[in-house]
């Protein structure tokens, strides 16, 4: 467990100004990561944190060498265009770093100087996918997500019976996720409406977003050797925002008996930034169950993570029309929830993963799943906001959905904010949805 | 579909005499490809082609530069470690280099003397993973296979609906694909007999092999670009064997509602030489289909399909206990199968993948699904042999097994073979059990 310390100092302010506006995404508090590089350019992607309205260039900084040599080494490796060997090094060097980064860029520092000509601003650079995904895990962490799901199903009985004694996961696609800003290609595929007496090939009707939060893993665990609960959480990188776009009516017919396939790998949408783990040491809360429910098997529990399992990230999900961007009219929000409802905290979901020695790397990623709350304001996603499509919803313009218009817009955004600390912001995971190919 | 070319002439023979030994895997008309050092020496891991007992080094080949500019250009990209940018290069490039290599090994060839000095004892060597699997994908073709599973849960039904429409297939954990040679160790999980009211964490007692073949992606597609069924095969590299080990009891406890994980994350064990599928050109058949069956989509079907569809590659399973392996008794064969008897083709996979827009990238690996064919021995698990684990089988030493027991090796091995061309050998994917971590 990552304990609170001098970087997450409220009283704490940057030398550069945006960081400092309240509300700002990205206070020196925060200083997560990505992979980026100018736009139109053709340079190399590298490295960079967020500061305020600016990026630092992690590959600039490394040739100043202004910090000690275990710092400098670390900073080394953010220079490259995949994060994967930074995320090898382990908790304590990203530890280092970023107390190097948070003692460089507060106000006064001796360091401003030699700093502010690796600051870019952030509206000229582009971002990519910042390491090498590995594997890619889509967990179904959300109880309410799995409840609503299974009652269009199973009205008498939505929840199936491994789920409170296991953290349901497949694996996922890896090679189709791709970073916020990449519109997405409406997918083509077998349809089979109940009735019908053969499937037919054609554009989803159906498709979806799925609000969810993106966790990477840092240091790996070798094959054969499970990772303890109690060390769980030293593997966690950091975390995004993350769309799993789904197609519905592609899924009900693939999925019997291996599980959702190309419902799924079309494509899924990352935040660029990476919020570290320790960016959200303040943002901690209980880990709770319902006393009613099992206790989990010895292998998914732990005293530590009673106390402190969950992470209090707040999620929205906004959509923008063609119409309503025409029009000049932003999105419209249409679920609001929190991360700290799972049902399953990450330290669980780790065990769980490689409890059967299964070995991960340095960059792979897991899904939380969707992330939904027990009321209808706190849906992540159409299939629950629209009963399974039976239930057109209403936007204030007067348009109606039950899954998503060619042209729509997801946005998707996020932040952790208490009285005890300052606001921390994800930035967004965002695309469009384009129309299917002829 | 590649053609029958002067590489596949029956009547050459290498100045490698072992590769001229009837029954041999690797004569002159296969050089398949594998990655490779010198055991003991902690060197560097390069690409190496099978040529009789001996392996071409193509790092030490790439210095000689002894060809034309674009295939010494391709041979330079085999002295890295992984395969991944000469998969990408493309079927030219790789009919290019096979036919050099191909003249370069003939009996007679000029080049013999250079050459020599490159080739090193395939019994001083040990293999790694060819390549960086981005994603892994298990398919589930064989309808055998799948009607023999389905009967254990659905007697009267044991078929899905979907099965004779769709290809079948789930995305897998590619962080544990290991090479032949690397033991597994027994995976604990949540076991939930049907009767207990919970389940309990404990090592798998229903471990089990799956006999497979794998299929490598050479050259990708964008994403959003699905492949064509009439360009699927050129993007196939080339084809090994594959275990995809499975513990039958963690499965049926997990796999509702998102489809298998730590049943078959622990371990998969791939054999090193991949087969590239040129040397296959004189072993297609043609794709055939129940008349009664319901013919394919559009997207899934093709006139050259349906000609040459079908990869007849022989595979077999055997078993060597460690009570066997004490008395210096060899491995019994369990189960013969061929791919050609699969219901979906290697080219359905690949367009069925990549239709709903999903990227595959070089270095990407497909699992055939276990291969049986109709009768009891030709059965590709445990699974079918044993009934479920309700008949165990008796092995000719007197000992009885319904899945595996710790130290059980298990091999696989696989070859085509007709009378119009030299036989192809697969070579082997072997690895024992090991206990269960303490």
Known sequence: ????????????????????????????????????RRKHLNENFRAGVAIGDKVLDMAELAKLRLFDAEVNAAIQCCAGPTLNHYMALGQEHWSAVRLSLSRALRSGSALQPKIEPCLLDQSVVEFTVPCRIGDYTDFYSSIHHATNVGKLFRPDNPLLPNYKWIPIAYHGRSSSIEVSGVDVRRPCGQLKPADAKAPVFAPSKRVDYELEVGIYIGTGNSLGEPIPITQAEQHVFGFCLFNDWSARDIQPWEYVPLGPFLAKSFASTISPWIISAEALAPFRKPWTRDPDDPAPLSYL??????????????????????????????????????FADSYWSVAQMIAHHSSNGCNLQPGDFFGSGTQSGADDSQLGSLLELSRGGQQAIT????????????????????????????RIGFGQAQAALLPAEN
Not at 11 to 36: K, R
């Open 301 to 338: 529990d732990d005293e530590n993570m009673r106390q402190q399992g969950a992470f209090d990230i707040q999620l929205q999900v906004s959509l923008q029309t063609e119409a309503m961007r025409a029009r000049g009219e932003s999105a419209v929000v249409l679920g609001q929830s929190s």
């Open 1 to 36: 467990m990552l304990q609170l310390n001098e970087t997450h100092d409220t009283s704490l302010t940057s030398w550069v100004d945006s960081a400092n506006t309240p509300g700002c995404d990205f206070p020196i508090q925060n200083l997560p990561m990505a992979v980026f």
């Open 395 to 422: 936007l204030p313009n007067g348009e109606t959905r039950c899954f998503l218009e060619d042209g729509d817009r997801v946005v998707m955004s996020g932040f952790c904010e208490n009285e005890n600390a300052v």
